[in-house]
């Protein structure tokens, strides 16, 4: 019998279909409370960070904390394990490569620095998007935590790795800094572009005995000289980790300096990334600062439990029994492991890719034509015009026929210190045949070396090679002379033995000099050289640095004059090193740096000459007295009086008239670089606020400022001011 289908009433119909949307709402909503909060981009970040952290054993903590641990699969997690880009991506191909860290503070131009540092994440960026999308990637795959900038001061002008810092003023790093912080990390509003790690917290610029050297330093010097760059990089730039330095401060090594790493920087400046200890951190402080007298698992408890989340190896392998042993409470590694993985999360690792803006920067940015003028124009604004003797540069390059290049450096490319692989490096003697005049002829002869020949290399005959750099020089209409250091003379773990010119680069100097007048010097170095015989002598002196993959074809162009040096020292150039106080004095007021120095200087601090000339006039300030919580403005018109466009850099400095205590001869607040056509003015107007003229004092462990008269000095460089005024500030 066949039998017919039952028909359902409209009421039975619409409660089935209901049945029906309920049951697949409940699988929906199964198949959601499946997917882990962790993973839900529209949740707050700190509420993903403790669910991701409730999920993990107390051993894959341990190895999250590892900086170069291992994968952890089940949560998507793949170690970063870092990287470098001091001024450029450190990859196993090409990137594009900058002047050196010390050449970028000589440009005085925090926006150039922020636009640096942006193209440099741009292409740290690009690497990541690329390993993430395309399956035939080739290259090594990095991650988004990188090792810049270093903002430690270069106190000492020995100190082997100045070639990474950016000078020996505070203010001027702290500007610098920011600018280069915020240029890595980005400006979305949700997501990091890169993590930015500050290095090396604190007092540190020795590299001798570095493992286990302490630093002595009084509260008042640690607070007013060490540590405001730090602040400003830190509350005003955002940067999310910073690195614990080898050194010991008063006795106490800064990997478990709780006072560092909890009291000044987590609490009193509120920093929210995280700390990580330099390499081999753990293992220093082990061997090198106790001596083998502290276990591995007591130095790991210190670490953290002073405020570093983040290390090597030794983090992985002895967290698991330090908590076993008592010596590390579960509650402060969990506060540690939440402080590295918010910045992950911040970076929109755990987020679908599409989410995070910069995912779609592609890999066509590394060593685009654009990175690649912003090299040159890096390069050419760092450029300092040391003198300039009867106006011999710039060189009118059809008059000249005929061109000496001489020097170690003139042949050879030096990249500096953390360097990746240049896309198309232009040494010097490459950049002058750029840039001359079709028919000119180039006489090379190399004439000095910086340092004795490595092993098996060809001997270098020190008599016949200055005799062919005499016989060039006499040969042409002009001499240009490349010398100065390598990484041979000044790196890391090698502090300089003499301020001077090493090998026999001087005698070099005096023999070409001796046969042609027309000579100009060009210094391809990182920290000061004291040359007073080449400054005496010499009628032309370009400081160049080591300046980057476009340096050669810069130098040529401000020889030449296709661009106007107006880059400024930023570090003092001692007459002598009796002028210098020993490396273990960390006390500037002994005679460090442009505000306390003893005697004059060989070449003082934002010195920097043009091919033009500059007038200041209508210095104005916005009050003559004002309370300690004020700020005051400062304006200053300066006019192009010669018949060439140049920069300026137009430098602010504060003097106390009558402190209480040593206060420096003067201190920079504020500068701006300017760029000028003949005859064109521009005011500019700089800003201080009532913190930047406070000193440290040690009764009431705080800044306070004096009420005291106070000098406004404006000029062109700290030894060349052009007005000055003075305001009161008041009780």
């Known amino acids: 019998m066949k039998l017919k289908p039952r028909k359902c009433s409209p009421i039975k119909a619409a409660l089935l279909f209901l049945l029906i949307a309920l049951m697949a709402g409940n699988r929906s909503l199964a198949q959601d409370t499946d997917k882990p909060l962790y993973l839900d981009y529209t949740k707050p970040v700190d509420e993903r960070v403790k669910d991701l952290l409730s999920r993990m054993t107390l051993e894959e903590k341990a190895e999250y904390l590892n900086h170069v641990g291992p ?189 560092m790493l909890t009291d000044i920087l987590k609490n009193r400046w509120g920093f929210k990334g995280f700390v990580v200890s330099d390499l081999g951190g753990v293992n220093t402080m082990v061997n090198g600062h106790e001596k083998g007298q502290m276990s591995y698992e007591e130095a790991v408890a210190k670490s953290i439990n002073a405020g570093c989340d983040f290390s090597d190896k030794e983090f992985m392998q002895y967290i698991p029994i330090a908590v076993s042993k008592g010596l590390l409470t579960q509650a402060k590694l969990d506060e540690s492991v939440s402080r590295v993985m918010r910045d992950r999360f911040l970076l929109g690792e755990f987020d679908p890719q599409e989410k995070v803006p910069y995912s ?55 990249a500096g210190g953390y360097s990746g692989k240049p896309i198309n490096a232009v040494n010097p003697m490459q950049g002058i045949k750029n840039r001359m005049a079709p028919g000119t002829e180039i006489i090379y002869a190399a004439g000095a070396e910086i340092t004795p020949p490595r092993k098996n290399a060809p001997e270098f005959d020190k008599a016949a090679e200055l005799q062919k750099a005499v016989d060039a020089a006499k040969k042409a209409d002009v001499a240009i002379l490349y010398i100065g250091t390598t990484l041979n003379v000044e790196a890391e773990g090698k502090d300089r033995t003499s301020l001077e010119l090493p090998g026999n680069q001087e005698e070099l100097v005096k023999a070409v000099l001796a046969v042609n007048p027309r000579t100009i010097v060009v210094l391809m170095n990182a920290g000061p050289l004291t040359i007073p015989y080449i400054k005496e002598h010499a009628p032309a002196i370009i400081e160049a640095w080591w300046p980057g993959e476009q340096g050669g074809n810069a130098i040529a162009d401000a020889i030449f004059g296709n661009i106007n040096p107006g880059g400024k020292m930023p570090l003092t150039v001692y007459a002598s090193a009796d002028q210098v106080p020993s490396q273990d004095e960390y ?86 670089r300017i760029t000028l056509n003949p005859g064109q003015t521009k005011t500019v107007t700089l800003t201080i606020p009532g913190s930047k003229l406070a000193f440290y004092d040690e009764k009431i462990h705080d800044f306070r400022v004096e009420p005291e008269p106070i000098d406004v000095l404006v000029g062109s460089s700290s030894a060349d001011i052009r007005l000055k005024s003075q305001f009161k500030v008041m009780d």
């Open 71 to 259: 994968d952890i699969p089940k949560f998507g997690i793949k170690s970063d394990k870092w990287n470098q880009s001091l001024h450029g991506v450190v990859w196993t191909r090409p990137t594009t490569m900058f002047p050196v860290s010390i050449a970028m503070a000589a440009t005085w131009d925090t926006k150039l620095v922020y636009t640096e540092a942006t193209a440099i994440s741009d292409e740290a960026r690009a690497i990541y998007n690329g390993w993430h999308q395309d399956p035939n990637f080739q290259g090594e795959k990095k991650g988004l935590i990188y090792r810049s900038p270093v903002i430690n001061v270069s106190r000492n002008p020995y100190w082997g790795r100045i070639n990474e810092c950016f000078g020996e003023d505070p203010f001027l790093t702290g500007r610098i800094g920011v600018a280069h912080v915020k240029g890595l990390q980005g400006n979305d509003p949700k997501y990091l572009k890169l993590v930015s790690t500050l290095k090396h917290y604190a007092v540190n610029n020795v590299e001798t005995d570095r493992t286990s050297r302490s630093a002595t330093v009084s509260e008042r010097m640690l607070h007013e000289f060490w540590l405001p760059h730090f602040k400003d990089c830190i509350v005003e730039g955002g940067a999310q980790s910073i690195m614990a330095s080898y050194n010991a401060i008063n006795g106490v090594p800064n990997n478990i300096n709780h006072m």
């Open 360 to 414: 779609k920067i592609p890999m066509s940015v590394i060593g685009s034509p654009e990175h690649i003028n912003l090299a040159l124009k890096a390069a050419q604004e760092a450029m300092v015009l040391l003198t300039n003797k009867d106006h011999l540069l710039p060189l009118n390059k059809n008059k000249i026929k005929t061109i000496a290049v001489i020097g170690p450096h003139a042949d050879m490319f030096t």
């Open 587 to 672: 006390d500037v007021t002994k005679g460090f740096t442009y505000m306390y120095i003893n005697g004059k200087p060989l070449f003082p601090f934002g010195h920097g000459l043009s091919y033009t000339t500059f007038n200041y006039s209508n210095l104005k300030l916005s009050a003559n007295q004002i309370k300690a919580t004020d700020a005051i403005t400062v304006s200053v018109d300066v006019k192009n009086t010669g018949k060439m466009a140049g920069d300026e850099v137009v430098q602010l400095y504060i003097h106390d008239v009558a402190p209480s205590l040593k206060r420096p001869m003067e201190e920079l607040r504020g500068f701006e």
